[in-house]
């Protein structure tokens, strides 16, 4: 699956690049932190495809200044508003992030850890997916930054193994060298996989557009 990341100014905007997505992407996620304003209603409630409500922060590659409890308080009204999945993040504290996964909506819970430093060795990449998966999250999102080729298959295998103990998960790396592992997250059975609508529209480094990911998809699967 292929999910598109909307960056927009305001819900206008926001409204406009979904409606361009969702005739490209399975699914789209709207950056709520690099927007000056935003009407939730009205962006879940003109979404034709599955809407990931994602509220990043600055230490884990968001945009926005937003506190703790202003991005808790807007992921539960997304919750609320009948968002598909929301995007809370490990580091949150605990109470805040315990708010949303507990919150009872029908929304599904994306726990994520963004490590924009590098790529952690093995046996710590996989203390940090059984972390993630112990606070109940529906989907684990996993993401690091490649410096050389062979962290993407450090990052990769942490696939086969949250699909053995039944867990949903996102895995691959940033940066350019991280490209491999946005294709290969899907083929290996990752839940999706992140594209940008234009090349200059990227949401994180090393973000091909969706064209490119579907291109290359399409040559890969047998």
Same mark, same amino acid.
């Given at each position: 699956?292929?999910?598109?990341?909307?960056?927009?100014?305001?819900?206008?905007?926001?409204?406009?690049?979904?409606?361009?997505?969702?005739?490209?992407?399975?699914?789209?996620?709207?950056?709520?932190?690099?927007?000056?304003?935003?009407?939730?209603?009205?962006?879940?409630?003109?979404?034709?495809?599955?809407?990931?409500?994602?509220?990043?922060?600055?230490?884990?590659?968001?945009? $926005? %200044?937003?506190?703790?409890?202003?991005?808790?308080?807007? *992921?539960? !009204? +997304?919750?609320?508003? #009948? @968002?598909?999945? =929301?995007?809370?993040?490990?580091?949150?504290?605990?109470?805040?992030?315990?708010?949303?996964?507990?919150?009872?909506?029908?929304?599904?819970?994306?726990?994520?850890?963004?490590?924009?430093? $590098? %790529?952690?060795?093995?046996?710590?990449?996989?203390?940090? *997916?059984? !972390? +993630?998966?112990?606070? #109940? @999250?529906?989907? =684990?999102?996993?993401?690091?930054?490649?410096?050389?080729?062979?962290?993407?298959?450090?990052?990769?295998?942490?696939?086969?193994?949250?699909?053995?103990?039944?867990?949903?998960?996102?895995?691959?790396?940033?940066?350019?060298?991280?490209?491999?592992?946005?294709?290969?997250?899907?083929?290996?059975? #990752?839940?999706?996989?992140?594209?940008?609508?234009?090349?200059?529209?990227?949401?994180?480094?090393?973000?091909?557009?969706?064209?490119?990911?579907?291109?290359?998809?399409?040559?890969?699967?047998?």
């Amino acid at each position: 699956m292929i999910c598109v990341s909307i960056m927009a100014r305001d819900t206008a905007e926001a409204l406009e690049k979904m409606a361009r997505a969702e005739t490209l992407a399975d699914a789209v996620e709207v950056r709520l932190d690099g927007m000056a304003s935003f009407d939730l209603n009205a962006l879940i409630s003109g979404a034709t495809r599955p809407l990931i409500v994602t509220h990043r922060s600055r230490r884990e590659g968001g945009k $926005g %200044t937003a506190t703790h409890e202003i991005r808790t308080r807007h *992921l539960l !009204k +997304a919750m609320e508003a #009948g @968002a598909r999945f =929301v995007d809370v993040e490990l580091s949150m504290p605990l109470g805040h992030r315990q708010q949303i996964l507990r919150n009872g909506s029908k929304a599904k819970v994306i726990v994520s850890a963004h490590i924009r430093n $590098g %790529t952690p060795s093995f046996p710590e990449l996989e203390a940090l *997916l059984r !972390k +993630a998966a112990a606070t #109940g @999250a529906d989907v =684990v999102k996993i993401v690091t930054m490649a410096r050389r080729m062979e962290d993407n298959l450090e990052v990769l295998r942490l696939i086969p193994l949250a699909r053995a103990m039944g867990q949903e998960i996102i895995a691959f790396c940033m940066g350019p060298l991280g490209k491999l592992s946005r294709i290969a997250c899907t083929l290996l059975g #990752g839940f999706l996989t992140f594209a940008s609508l234009e090349e200059n529209e990227a949401a994180a480094p090393g973000q091909m557009t969706c064209d490119q990911t579907k291109t290359i998809l399409e040559l890969l699967r047998p």
